[in-house]
């Protein structure tokens, strides 16, 4: 028998990276936040059906990614916060305030992080689609468009080139447009997951696109996209949040 | 400078632990432990149980685990589970259910918990250890039948969830799930309960063949709206003649 054993054990690793990707646009008057929903470890797929982005209220949804256990535990608490918040306002957390929750929910674990990144979509008080996006410790800003997660170096340069016009030389005489419409967003949204399913092996399954619409927006282009429903939680919202469900390929 | 007279009963305020007073210092003394030294985590498995299957069929759920597993059983609840993974801390997960559900049982308020409760559960012991470092080195497989609906769920040591209509733990993932996905996958709602109990035969018998800490002596359970059945320990046929004509992979002489 052999005396006491060498310490040859690593140390328990809390983390785990889970795969997928997530994606988010504003417009003018609208927000896009996409996600895909296999999820994975190594070369394993755990589940086809698990969902990354989430509606907090009918002006916000939350796209989360990496260590899906704590991407979930972190949204239920966002969820509670903006429930307390409710219960004490009579009113929903305006866009802006729940980008500043987050941040101060992230950073309180500066030193044991959330292993997530965030990506908050949604529209702002006064009107303007809104992406605000989050580095695992909180540190955030507010931008037309973001992508995180496994495909994001992927993706990412797609959309500066797409939403920004970076590399882009405009036709004399004219400007690149600050906003795109509703349905070159959509079919950017969907264009970029197809493609980033075709290159990252663990994107794919299916995709969920979350629609945010300001109030006053005319909601005739979207009834015209095929299979979409509406997700607005309350019947006096102003707001409207729609969500697109489309397959990818599960190879 | 004491900033909450009152919140602490008496108790002398320690500079050294908080020099701003800007919390009731009573509520966060750290605990010291005489034999903290030798206090240890898990930090690996130690004795290791085996492993679980799930699939979904059209009347619920049905799982399959050889006997290194089947180590006691959960079955006087609503809903079943096996785990793998260490069995000191499989047992300690089942002494903490059991005493939540006697609790909930004594409480007797009409309110009883279902798959997914006792699941929302686990997950959230199993997320809490791990954010402890100090994780139950298991992974769960929750199924479960409750007003006509079932109900299959994971959850292992780091506390990551899902659910899917084919589970399986770890060590199988690479020799059973493509099995179980090929014939489950798109049939949950069609699969009769004679196709479940052969699929999950299927499996049996091909880990049994090709793992090497597989036994041929497994269970079959089923968790339908008429309840729980878990079948006595049962074995595959298995063929074992073409060994002999193998050549070329072993320490053969010939």
């Given at each position: 028998?052999?005396?006491?054993?060498?310490?040859?054990?690593?140390?328990?690793?809390?983390?785990?990276?889970?795969?997928?990707?997530?994606?988010?646009?504003?417009?003018?008057?609208?927000?896009?936040?996409a996600g895909d929903t296999r999820q994975s470890e190594g070369y394993s797929i755990q589940t086809r059906y698990a969902p990354k982005v989430f509606r907090l209220t009918d002006k916000a949804t939350l796209a989360v990614n990496g260590f899906a256990a704590d991407g979930n535990i972190f949204v239920k608490t966002v969820k509670q916060r903006l429930e307390w918040y409710r219960h004490a306002h009579a009113k929903?957390?305006?866009?802006?305030?729940?980008?500043?929750?987050?941040?101060?929910?992230?950073?309180?674990?500066?030193?044991?992080?959330?292993?997530?990144?965030?990506?908050?979509?949604?529209?702002?008080?006064?009107?303007?689609?809104?992406?605000?996006?989050?580095?695992?410790?909180?540190?955030?800003?507010?931008?037309?468009?973001?992508?995180?997660?496994?495909?994001?170096?992927?993706?990412?340069?797609?959309?500066?080139?797409?939403?920004?016009?970076?590399?882009?030389?405009?036709?004399?005489?004219?400007?690149?447009?600050?906003?795109?419409?509703?349905?070159?967003?959509?079919?950017?949204?969907?264009?970029?997951?197809?493609?980033?399913?075709?290159?990252?092996?663990?994107?794919?399954?299916?995709?969920?696109?979350?629609?945010?619409?300001?109030?006053?927006?005319?909601?005739?282009?979207?009834?015209?996209?095929?299979?979409?429903?509406?997700?607005?939680?309350?019947?006096?919202?102003?707001?409207?949040?729609?969500?697109?469900?489309?397959?990818?390929?599960?190879? | 400078?004491?900033?909450?007279?009152?919140?602490?009963?008496?108790?002398?305020?320690?500079?050294?632990?908080?020099?701003?007073?800007?919390?009731?210092?009573?509520?966060?003394?750290?605990?010291?432990?005489?034999?903290?030294?030798?206090?240890?985590?898990?930090?690996?498995?130690?004795?290791?149980?085996?492993?679980?299957?799930?699939?979904?069929?059209?009347?619920?759920?049905?799982?399959?685990?050889?006997?290194?597993?089947?180590?006691?059983?959960?079955?006087?609840?609503?809903?079943?589970?096996?785990?793998?993974?260490?069995?000191?801390?499989?047992?300690?997960?089942?002494?903490?259910?059991?005493?939540?559900?006697?609790?909930?049982?004594?409480?007797?308020?009409?309110?009883?918990?279902?798959?997914?409760?006792?699941?929302?559960?686990?997950?959230?012991?199993?997320?809490?250890?791990?954010?402890?470092?100090?994780?139950?080195?298991?992974?769960?497989?929750?199924?479960?039948?409750k007003d006509g609906k079932s109900f299959l769920g994971y959850v292992d040591l780091l506390g990551t969830t899902y659910s899917a209509p084919t589970l399986r733990n770890w060590v199988w993932r690479y020799i059973a799930q493509p099995l179980l996905r090929k014939s489950v996958e798109g049939r949950e709602d069609t699969l009769t309960e004679e196709e479940a109990v052969k699929i999950l035969e299927g499996c049996?018998?091909?880990?049994?063949?090709?793992?090497?800490?597989?036994?041929?002596?497994?269970?079959?359970?089923?968790?339908?709206?008429?309840?729980?059945?878990?079948?006595?320990?049962?074995?595959?046929?298995?063929?074992?003649?073409?060994?002999?004509?193998?050549?070329?992979?072993?320490?053969?002489?010939?």
């Open positions: 028998m052999s005396p006491i054993s060498q310490p040859t054990s690593v140390a328990f690793n809390p983390y785990a990276e889970n795969g997928g990707t997530i994606l988010a646009i504003a417009g003018l008057d609208f927000a896009v936040v929903d957390m305006p866009l802006r305030a729940i980008a500043r929750l987050i941040q101060t929910m992230l950073y309180a674990k500066r030193f044991f992080p959330y292993y997530v990144y965030n990506i908050l979509g949604g529209i702002e008080e006064d009107g303007s689609g809104a992406v605000y996006s989050f580095d695992p410790v909180g540190s955030y800003e507010r931008e037309a468009c973001r992508a995180a997660g496994a495909a994001s170096s992927l993706i990412q340069p797609f959309l500066d080139n797409q939403i920004y016009f970076k590399n882009q030389v405009a036709v004399s005489g004219t400007s690149h447009p600050k906003h795109l419409p509703i349905l070159d967003v959509l079919s950017l949204v969907t264009d970029s997951f197809t493609s980033a399913t075709e290159r990252h092996i663990e994107v794919g399954d299916g995709l969920e696109i979350y629609v945010i619409v300001a109030s006053g927006r005319s909601l005739t282009e979207l009834s015209s996209i095929a299979g979409i429903e509406e997700v607005t939680g309350s019947a006096s919202a102003t707001d409207r949040v729609f969500v697109i469900r489309r397959e990818l390929k599960k190879d | 400078m004491d900033h909450f007279p009152g919140t602490h009963w008496g108790k002398p305020r320690n500079d050294n632990i908080d020099a701003y007073g800007t919390y009731p210092l009573h509520a966060h003394q750290p605990r010291t432990d005489a034999f903290a030294d030798g206090v240890q985590r898990t930090q690996q498995p130690v004795v290791t149980g085996a492993s679980v299957l799930a699939l979904k069929y059209k009347d619920g759920i049905m799982m399959a685990a050889d006997n290194l597993a089947s180590y006691g059983s959960l079955a006087r609840f609503k809903d079943i589970q096996r785990a793998s993974g260490d069995m000191a801390d499989f047992q300690q997960l089942k002494h903490i259910l059991d005493t939540l559900l006697i609790e909930q049982f004594v409480q007797d308020d009409g309110h009883k918990f279902g798959p997914t409760e006792i699941y929302e559960y686990l997950s959230r012991l199993m997320y809490g250890r791990r954010s402890k470092m100090d994780p139950l080195w298991n992974s769960l497989l929750v199924g479960g039948f049996m018998k091909v880990l049994f063949y090709r793992d090497a800490r597989s036994l041929n002596k497994y269970q079959i359970a089923a968790v339908t709206e008429k309840g729980i059945w878990i079948s006595d320990s049962r074995s595959v046929e298995t063929e074992w003649a073409f060994a002999e004509g193998i050549r070329g992979y072993g320490a053969q002489t010939q």
